[in-house]
């Protein structure tokens, strides 16, 4: 009953949120709500979903944003980062002081914390990073290390870069154009920074190629690495099925997960980065998939299929395993 | 003073008409986080299948002017998994459960409907026949008189006998009369509509389909004179079934146009992705709107439009004089 109740407690509420500011932060936009009971439940790598166009809209899908920064000011602030893509965002972009949104949040999975004093690199892609200055206020609450590597196209769409530099033990950052930081992608410069700033455990939030290669480098030093995705969402609260991915869980069988619910945050080493966009076929409900108890027994006969497999990538969670979905196309021959 | 909402689901009371439209509410436990799920109607359920189901690659959704098109692929993880986990959590909060069921062939349609008489507190079955038909080419059982009505006698044989089968129309036929009274034939006790419109998007920058699956269901305001044309020639045709009407409502207003046309119940789908907790504010919404209305019971406002009277004694407009001349 207590637990329930303190569950209750942490979830999610649907407020009317009353836009606070509205202003450029360089390529993006940064919009901050007046929203208490959103910022009293909070934690990082969480997002909120917004109704956009007004009453009589068009546009019938939520748009979700990962939280920024919460503050306790007028009872309580959400901020969050935005570009401007379509009409949606274009909407709210011009959005005034004292407008009402209706805003519903904290969503989704919150990067977890390491229990003891960890050296962390945070990583980000574009404003990808609008997340990662919370954490790293978390972090450090918890004395730990924090060192950003961020990059984008160009200088103008670094998000953050200032607050990085000034807030962090160190701060990389690349851009593709050399225009701030060092020409390349983040991906460039990871080898480096994981040895200068002797990383234990990688956060991670950007684009899908980007976390990818971030989760596939540091598979090779055995570093946990958390990822925020940014798959396409319809609801946020889980009950669209549109923003599924194939994860592993941990008794290693594949589920088409819901990055809103089941996410945005997850072990980099339990995405299939390769697979994302496709129903693999040893996924949970795949097209010819069998139950376990079947799998099982085939494998014995083909002397190791994916069940033999699924065993190995089990309750082990210190370990990473990026070769897991490598090793994938073995299965059953 | 309050209206009096309540209504039938078959044979069954409910205690007002709105539900959740099946595949945008889950099985509840998600929208229990904004609203209490006890309070609207019923949940319908996402389909439920009898084996498990991964869905179809991403990406599964596109936004269209007022709707959007999902290409999901009623992914889920079976019947054993909703009876032992999703139902009893239903239950448990006091909620009615209306379990859309969906499969390949008339056999499975068949065993999911034994299998839900087995557990205890179902409160009705809505049949999705928009799926395709493994042993005929894939065509789809919706746009089948014959094959709507196998399905529908099919479950309702298995199904226990005080829990009414409601069919879920799809509205992409050419007579949906005629798919709605092989239904009743086959023993439906009432009929949902609609289903979506079958659609595409191409993207004009990369000039491919933006849905993996190419083509996606339409859902959303956009189709709602869709829904109320249909509803209103089932009812012309079939007056005593019951209708569960569905199709872009967005307000009460919206749920009282499907009411007016036919329905007796109206769910509520697309709009829950904006907004968690649209049906209760609907449901509210609705009661505002008959009691502005001086109406004293739902059953009084069903199907309304059919007659040549108006609501309380609003004078008939143009369109009604031109209409007696």
């Not at chain 1, 984008?152 to 200032?162: E, K, P, Q, W």
């Not at chain 2, 409907?113 to 894939?138: D, F, K, Q, Y």
């Not at chain 2, 199709?247 to 749920?255: E, F, I």
Request: proline share 7%; aromatic share 4%; net charge neutral.
């Amino acid at each position: 009953m207590m637990h329930s109740e303190m569950e209750a407690q942490a979830g999610p509420v649907q407020v009317r949120g009353t836009v606070l500011t509205v202003r450029r932060v360089d390529a993006y936009y940064a919009m901050t709500l007046v929203a208490p009971a959103i910022a009293a439940r909070f934690r990082p790598g969480q997002f909120i979903t917004l109704a956009v166009g007004g009453p009589d809209t068009s546009m019938m899908l939520s748009r979700a944003f990962s939280i920024h920064d919460v503050r306790p000011d007028h009872g309580g602030t959400v901020e969050f980062v935005f570009a401007v893509h379509g009409r949606g965002t274009r909407w709210l972009a011009e959005r005034r002081a004292r407008d009402v949104l209706d805003v519903t949040g904290p969503l989704g999975r919150p990067f977890p914390l390491p229990r003891d004093p960890a050296s962390c690199l945070l990583i980000g892609g574009g404003y990808g990073s609008a997340p990662l200055f919370a954490l790293a206020d978390r972090l450090r609450e918890r004395s730990c290390q924090v060192d950003f590597l961020l990059g984008a196209g160009s200088g103008d769409r670094v998000f953050g870069a200032l607050t990085a530099r000034r807030t962090g033990r160190t701060a990389t950052i690349t851009t593709e154009d050399g225009s701030l930081g060092s020409r390349g992608l983040v991906t460039d410069m990871l080898d480096q920074v994981i040895h200068e700033a002797r990383t234990d455990v990688i956060y991670a939030c950007g684009p899908m190629p980007m976390l990818r290669q971030v989760t596939a480098l540091a598979g090779r030093y055995d570093i946990p690495v958390q990822a925020a995705v940014e798959e396409a969402m319809a609801c946020g609260i889980g009950v669209c099925m549109t923003c599924v991915l194939p994860v592993i869980g941990s008794d290693g069988i594949t589920r088409m997960s819901r990055s809103c619910v089941d996410g945005p945050v997850f072990r980099g080493e339990q995405v299939r980065w390769d697979d994302v966009g496709t129903i693999p076929f040893d996924a949970f409900g795949a097209p010819g998939w069998e139950p376990r108890s079947r799998r099982a027994s085939q494998s014995v006969v083909n002397g190791g299929g994916s069940a033999a497999a699924a065993a190995g990538t089990g309750p082990g969670r210190g370990r990473t395993a990026p070769q897991r979905s490598d090793g994938r196309p073995g299965h059953g021959g | 003073m309050g209206v009096d909402l309540r209504t039938r689901l078959g044979h069954v009371e409910l205690p007002n008409p709105i539900l959740t439209a099946s595949g945008c509410a889950g099985a509840g436990r998600e929208l229990a986080q904004f609203m209490d799920v006890s309070k609207i109607g019923a949940i319908v359920t996402k389909s439920v299948m009898l084996a498990p189901r991964s869905g179809r690659p991403t990406p599964r959704m596109a936004e269209t002017p007022s709707g959007m098109l999902n290409s999901i692929g009623l992914q889920g993880p079976g019947i054993d998994a909703f009876l032992q986990r999703d139902l009893p959590w239903l239950l448990s909060r006091g909620a009615r459960a209306v379990v859309s069921i969906a499969g390949g062939t008339v056999a499975e349609y068949a065993d999911l409907a034994g299998r839900l008489s087995e557990a205890a507190g179902v409160t009705a079955i809505e049949v999705n026949i928009s799926c395709p038909n493994v042993e005929h080419r894939g065509q789809v059982f919706a746009c089948d008189p014959a094959a709507s009505g196998a399905v529908v006698e099919a479950v309702r044989s298995r199904a226990r006998y005080d829990i009414p089968v409601f069919a879920k129309l799809s509205p992409d036929v050419t007579d949906i009369v005629g798919i709605a009274k092989a239904c009743v034939s086959a023993g439906a006790d009432g009929l949902s509509m609609i289903n979506t419109l079958l659609g595409m998007v191409i993207d004009t920058a990369t000039t491919r389909p933006q849905l993996a699956g190419l083509t996606g269901g339409l859902s959303g305001p956009a189709i709602r004179p869709v829904a109320v044309r249909c509803i209103w020639q089932v009812r012309e045709a079939l007056p005593n079934v019951p209708i569960i009407g569905m199709g872009g409502v967005r307000t009460g207003l919206d749920a009282l146009e499907l009411i007016l046309a036919g329905a007796s119940m109206v769910s509520v789908g697309t709009t829950i992705f904006h907004d968690p907790s649209a049906c209760t504010r609907i449901l509210r919404e609705l009661e505002e709107e008959l009691t502005g209305r001086g109406t004293e019971r739902l059953a009084d406002v069903v199907g309304l439009a059919h007659q040549a009277r108006t609501i309380a004694g609003r004078p008939p407009g143009p369109g009604a004089a031109a209409r007696r001349s």
